[in-house]
């Protein structure tokens, strides 16, 4: 079982950016394709971005040519940098052992206009 966890949300005006990063532990991160989704308060939570253990990555619509996910294998780590913010944006994010594994605890990201 792979725990997680999330880092490096906050507080950002529209426009900015923002890097999450998710923590695994456990020895079989590398050989398992990574996923972030988000929650916004009173919706249902989605599906932003996966990255194949390939390094092979696949995005939303809403967030595409905006967010980029990589991975560091070495490092235990996934990451999504999010740029050209929006308010729309505003949700805890979370990561995923994708697709039926384990989720983080979540990280908030607030988008002011």
């Known amino acids: 079982q792979v725990q997680l966890v999330e880092s490096g949300g906050g507080l950002v005006q529209a426009g900015g950016s923002l890097r999450l990063s998710c923590a695994a532990s456990?020895?079989?991160?590398?050989?398992?394709?990574m996923a972030w989704y988000r929650q916004a308060p009173g919706k249902q939570r989605e599906l932003v971005a996966i990255i194949a253990k390939d390094g092979s990555t696949s995005y939303a619509d809403s967030v595409k040519g905006r967010f980029t996910i990589s991975r560091d294998n070495a490092k235990n780590t996934v990451y999504l940098e999010m740029n050209r913010l929006k308010p729309e944006d505003t949700a805890v994010y979370y990561c995923?052992?994708?697709?039926?594994?384990?989720w983080g605890q979540g990280t908030q990201v607030t988008v002011s206009s």
């Open positions: 995923r052992d994708y697709p039926f594994g384990s």
């Open positions: 456990g020895s079989i991160f590398a050989n398992n394709a």
